[in-house]
């Protein structure tokens, strides 16, 4: 899925979503959530990337 500086491009509906716009979600695997966090699609809910937040 491409993605840039500027937004991620959605593979399931072609949506291309600006970081701010994107739902945040907790994460899975076992991710510390203070951590991370995972960006998904806020016109289908498709899990886009899962980003460092922790200091």
């Known amino acids: 899925m491409p993605s840039s500086e500027d937004g991620l491009e959605c593979s399931t509906c072609a949506t ?10 907790e994460t899975m ?5 203070t951590r991370w966090q ?4 806020p016109d289908c ?3 886009l990337k899962t ?5």
Do not use: K, M, S
Request: hydrophobic content about 35%; some cysteine; proline content about 4%.
């Open 16 to 25: 291309v979503v600006d970081r701010e716009d994107a739902i945040r979600t």
């Open 29 to 33: 695997g076992g991710l510390d959530p």
């Open 38 to 41: 995972t960006l998904c699609c």
């Open 45 to 47: 809910g498709t899990r």
């Open 51 to 55: 980003v460092f937040v922790g200091g």
